[in-house]
C-alpha cells in the first residue's frame, strides 16, 4: 500500500512544493492551493500562537502561528465549525509524537508496516511522504518528531555521529512544518567511543557529550534535544555506577543547554524480574520510589517523562502517582498511540475518553510537556485501521488544548475525514469510536486488573503468561480471589497518591468498579455495589463485549465508508470479533475453573 492518502486533510488536493524552508511559506502555499485569499500578518514575538480574523480575511502569528491558523482556517471551513475567536496559544510548548523506529525498518510495537524513515540499517524515506507527514503533524499542532526507537541499537548510535548529515536533510524537510526532530541516545555511548566508563560523574564521560553534542547543533542547530530510555528494561544507565537519575539526566543536560536543546529521561524505571515469592516489590510504585525524592535536583532543560499510568500503558490504570508528587521539576506525560495493548490496530480503540479520564485525575497544569508514542508506519494509510488515524489527530489537538472534548475532537476528525458522508451515518461512526474502549476494556483483562494479555506479542489473551513468566508481572489469581492488596495494609501503593484520590481508592467500596482490581485483592463471592458478584460481574462483562463486538460490525456494515476504508475495517473488523471470542472465553474459562462458579445466566464456560 503505498498510495498517498490525506487522511483528514481531503481537502489539500496535491503536494506541496519541495522547496519550502519556512512555515509561513508553507502556509501561503497551503491557503493559496486550496484557494482562498487570507492575508498573514507575522507578528515576531507571538511564536506558535496565532489568532484569526472573524471574517477569515487575515491570519495573524508568529512564524509558526500562522501555519497552525491557516491549518485550522481551512479545517474549519472544511467542517463548516466556527473558528475560535482571540489568540490561539498552545498549553504545552512541547508536543511530541515518539517513533519507536529501528534503523533496520522494523518498528517497536509497530502495526502500521515498516518505519517511515528508515530501512536496512539506513535512513530511507520517501521526501513527498515526509512533507505529507508535516502537514499532518503540522494541522494539528504537534511540534517534535523524536525518529528513533527509545531503545537504541546498533546502528542507531550513528544518527547523532556520521549520519549527522542525513539527519540535516530530514531536518530540513520538517522545519517548512514548525516540526523539530529529536533523537534518541544510548546512555553509554560514550563506551563506543573508547571511555570505559559511562559514569555521569567522570569527566571524561561529560567531555565526550558536550564535545559530541556540538557537532550535533552544528549539523541540525534546532534540533529539540534527547530522549533517553536509562536504566529500563536492561538498557544501561546511571545505576551501574551507584549514581542515581538526576546526576545521570543533568550530565546530559549540560551538554544540551548551550544549544537550548532539553534532555527528555523516560520514568519507565521497575524491576523486570521481580520473583513471584517477593510480595514487597510492587511494579507500579517503582517511578515514583526512583524518582519522586528527586524533585527540585533537576537542570531547567531537563524534562522527565512518565507514562500516563504506572504500569505500561494498559487498558485501564490509574494515574501514574509519580506526576503527581514532583512540582518542582518538568514533567511530561506520555501517552501511547500504538495500540500495544489495546488493540494493534486490528481492534477499534479510539483513546480520548481515556486521556479525559486520566486529566481529571491528574489536572492539566499538573505536567508541562506531552509526548505519545507513534501508531504510525508505511503503510497507505500511515495507521493500519484507517480509524486509528483519530489517536493521531485527537492527540494533536489535545496537546494544544487538554479542555477539547473527546466529543468535540473525534467529530471533528469524522467530518474532515468523510466529507461526503451525511450527517446520521457520521453520528453512527462518532458514538461508535466513542464506545471503543469501553467494549475493548470488558472483553479483556476484568476490572483494572492489567497484564492478562499474551506474553511479549500483547494481542489477544493469555491469562497466565505473565504470572508465571521471568519477567514476572502478577496479578495473583487463585481459587478463592484474585488482585494484589495495595492499600496499606497490602503494598502501601495507595500511600504514593495525595489524600483525595488515596481515599477514593483506598477501600474496595470507595474505589470505582473499573478500576477495583487494580487497588484490591477480592474474593470471588465479593459483592458489587448493583448487587452482582465479582465473579458474576466478570462474566457478564465478557459475554457484553463480546456480543458489543459483533454489533460493532453490523454497524460498520452499514456506514457509507469509502471502499477503501470500509475494505481495511472491515476485515480488521473480523479479527477483532475473533479476538473478542478468545479473550470472552479464555477468561471465563480461567476464572470458572479457579472458582468453580458456574454463570447465573446458564451461558456456556469452558
Ligand atoms: C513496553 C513495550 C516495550 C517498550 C517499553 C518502553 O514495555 O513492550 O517494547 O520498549 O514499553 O516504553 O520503553
Redesign the pocket.
Known sequence: MNEKRHLWLPFLKSDLPENLTTPAQTARAELEQAGIAAKLNLVTDMGESWSVSKDGSEITGGETGVLYGAYRLMMARAAGEALPTGVQTPRYPLRMINC?DNADGDV??GYSGRSLFFEGGKFDYDPARMRQLGRLLASVGINVLCINN??VRDPAHRLIEDWLPELAKLADIFRAFGVRLMVSIDYAQPIRHGIPTADPLDERVAQWWIEQTKKVYAAVPDLAGYLV?AD??SRPGPFTYGRNHAEGANMLARALAPHGGVLVW?C?VYNCQQDWRDAKTDRPMAAYQHYAYLDGQFDKNVILQVKNGPY?FQVREPVSPTLLAMPKTTLAIEFQLAQ?YTGHQIDIYAMPPMWREVYADMGADRVQAIAAVSNLGRDGNYTGHPFAAVNLFAYGLFAWNPDETPEHMIALWCRLTYPDMDAASRETLVGLLMNSRAVYEKYTAPLGLCWMVARGV?YGPGPDDYEYDRWGTYHRADRDAVGIDRTANGTGYVLQYPPELRARYETPESCPDELKLFFHRLRYDYVMADGRTLIQRIYDDHFEGYEQAKAMKATLENLPLPSRDREEALERMDRQIKNAREWCDIVNAFFHRFSGAEDAHGRTLY
Open positions: 519507536w517497536e510495537r527509545v531503545n530510555k529500563s528494561e523516560r519507565f505500561d500495544e500483547h
